[in-house]
């Protein structure tokens, strides 16, 4: 919605209050859930009112957007919501904004069984709920602010990235009950758990240390640091080590920076607060005293050795991520309740997260919002929020215009993404808790190496490295080694491999024709012989080498075992379908029980347990019984 127009969705909710209060009892629902409600509709779905809402939309709503962005501690408390939404569709009614609700109540009978499993599904949660829930099972009482920054900041932000330094929060061995003994292994399941993260991540791409380096260097955030600890030596401090009352006009001259004319103290000017703490940080000045001193280091930057240089960068980085809001005294009274250094860290993870793809600029937006809110009832995030973006800004420009500064981020249009300098400093960052290989050189890259990083990476990635890796090496010998590969892995790598072996082209059709007597490729063979000849194998095939029902039954198995561990029946249900008209999935399961390919009999399980439609799951599980008989 447009911020010049008026917020359709608040008014609603400000009318079905005054309709609730005279509705009979509890069934009139909840105003303030109603208002959290219609506040989702109106940021996530793509109508302007409440007359547009369509069943589609309302599943939407409840099985997707509000489990990722609503925090629910217990299953108990999604009643509320159910008896909300249903007075919500009288509502509608009643006020004339639908002549019928009909289909929306059938629509909501049927989502309501599932609705308390859909919003406890940690799948389906948003980052910042995760983050919540992961709290919740270390004892924080969500309802304290100072231990919800302690936690969020230590175990999201400030350990992880660098904020702490060679400081333990866990040194003490009681931290929300801890063992120190444990608390490397603590640190690493809550960073794992908060994020959704597994014990290994695909591998990345990442330049030398010297060309990092060089990027390093350009980082005009640390420049201005640098400039202002160098100008700032022999002055006087404050009693809390700030600039004081009387410097800080030529210091903001000195940076560029407006602050308010008579400023008594530099928590006034937060532009220059910050960028004095980030000197002090990165060891560029030292304010320990009473007055001002410029340190050894400031000679290490941008002129030191590169692993020097890289150690200031990711110091003033960790810095920014929790330190790139106005904080520590800044409109106590107006950001009262906001967390206001765990945006940067968990906007940075999200980023890391995203890799090549990114982010869209709404949706770092929406997760900088989600982290600063994350305490806060609905109402009372949208009235601290309004109230904070009034005074300060969106707090995702702030953030990206200082991470934007240090060569920490780029923005493509409306994608934002984090540079390589910054992807290589999350990985430094998250070294000890999560596995994160890095790809070695292209010429020195096996076949191996670039199946497993081919299951993870994005089309554009995986053509980048493909293309790479060709030209190191002559098209016979890569198509040998793919194959290869191909034949001695899983379903998930004979797709793969197979996959990459006919981007080779015509150089590989010799080994094509040797795989076609292999029971698990031969399907594949026949697909990539008629690609060389330029010949459509559903219309137009090779003699000899038409793809068959049998071809089709060999394929699906391979296909639904490399599927995700967290199997989806709808996503199932879809494969099958493109593989076989409907009512006819019987026929295809008895070819695929007959089958050569070893994933057959697996697969036919697979879809045995999680087919959605009970006859063909039926179906599955008679064949998979019939391929155990004859395998037995």
Known sequence: MDADEPD??????????????????????????????????GDYLSITDLAGLRPADLRALLLDIYPRKITVLNREDTAG?????????????????????????????????????????????????????????????????????????????????????????????????GDSDDSDDDLGDAIREGFGLPDRLPALRLPDEAELASAARQSRLLARARALAVWADGRELTDDGDLVPADLAAAAQLLGLQIAHGAASIDQAPGLRQAWHLACCVYFADDSGDYAAVADSV?????????????????????VCGHGLPVDGLDEELSAGLSLRAPGAGLAMALFLARSEGLQYGECRSLVNEFATADLTAARARKAQAAWVAAHGEMADLLLDQLSEHGAVERDGDVVRLTPLAMWQMREELADTVEIPLLPPPAEMTATDLVAFGADATEEEL??????????????????????????????????????????????????????EDPALGSYAKVALNEIAGRDPAVDPLPGLEVGPGDAASMLSDTVLAMSDAIDG????????????????????ELMWRSANPAAQQALGVLGRHHPDKKTAKAARKAAFKARSRSG
């Open 299 to 319: 000679d290490e930057w941008p002129d030191g050795d590169d692993d020097e240089v890289l150690d200031a960068w990711g110091a003033a980085f960790g810095h």
């Open 8 to 41: 359709v969705f608040a008014a609603t909710a400000d009318e079905f209050a005054v309709w609730a209060e005279q509705a009979a009892g509890a069934a009139g629902g909840d105003p303030e859930e109603a208002r959290l409600l219609l506040g989702l509709i």
């Open 463 to 516: 053509a980048r490295e493909r293309q790479a890796w060709l030209a190191t090496r002559p098209a016979e010998d890569a198509a040998r080694e793919l194959l290869s590969v191909a034949a001695a892995g899983g379903p998930a790598e004979r797709m793969m491999g197979a996959a990459l072996a006919t981007a080779v082209g015509a150089a590989a059709e010799p080994l094509w024709r040797e795989a076609l």
């Open 81 to 177: 919501t159910m008896v909300t939404a249903r007075a919500l569709l009288r509502f509608m009614e009643e006020t004339g904004r639908a002549a019928s609700v009909a289909e929306l109540q059938s629509e909501l009978d049927e989502i309501e069984p599932g609705f308390a499993d859909a919003v406890m599904d940690p799948a389906r949660w948003g980052l910042a709920r995760s983050v919540m829930h992961a709290m919740a099972s270390d004892g924080v009482d969500i309802g304290d602010e100072s231990a919800v920054d302690r936690w969020i900041a230590i175990h999201n932000a400030r350990q992880q990235l660098g904020l702490l330094g060679d400081e333990d929060p866990f040194d003490d061995g009681d931290f929300y009950g």
């Open 570 to 589: 709808e996503e199932l249900a879809m494969v099958v379908s493109q593989a076989v008209p409907r009512g006819r999935e019987e026929e295809l399961f």
